[in-house]
């Protein structure tokens, strides 16, 4: 009688260890609202990415502030590996439509910044970072919220 209780008690222990995992996966993979992606996004954002280019490894880091009247500014560094880099600002717009952040930047010194029109499908965010596809592509970056 122990053992068929033992039993039973550890199947269900499975079947619950598979439901909280599956479940889990599916809410790992629903896209954020429109509404969740507003009022998470304000404040100030990093990125660090690397390079692989013809000169060799280069880096970015960037700081991005979104702002809630859709307007944003931003500042980063970029050049080799190791190297203080060249430093530039930029300004702009913002706004989220049907879970793309969608980036117009109109000042600064945008000669540096990689795309001065962006429209990134928003996959990912919470209070601490977001991810983000690059549209027709498989290309994902993140962003963090910048510590205070």
Not at 45 to 58: A, I, L, N, R, V
Not at 71 to 94: D, H, M, N, Q, V
């Amino acid at each position: 009688m122990k053992r068929i209780v033992w039993k039973l008690l550890s199947g269900i222990a499975v079947i619950g260890a598979w439901a909280i995992l599956i479940y889990g996966c599916i809410s790992l993979n629903k896209q954020p609202s429109d509404d969740e992606i507003r009022e998470l996004i304000n404040g100030q954002w990093t990125e660090h990415d690397y390079f692989q280019g013809s000169e060799g490894s280069s880096e970015v880091n960037e700081t991005r502030t979104y702002k809630p009247d859709g307007t944003l500014e931003g500042a980063g560094a970029t050049g080799k590996i190791g190297t203080p880099g060249i430093r530039y600002c930029f300004s702009g717009t913002w706004k989220v439509q049907n879970g793309v952040l969608s980036e117009h930047l109109d000042k600064g010194d945008l000669a540096f910044v990689r795309r001065q029109n962006s429209n990134d499908i928003v996959l990912h965010i919470n209070s601490g970072s977001m991810q983000l596809r690059i549209p027709d592509s498989d290309s994902t970056y993140w962003r963090h919220k910048a510590q205070k």
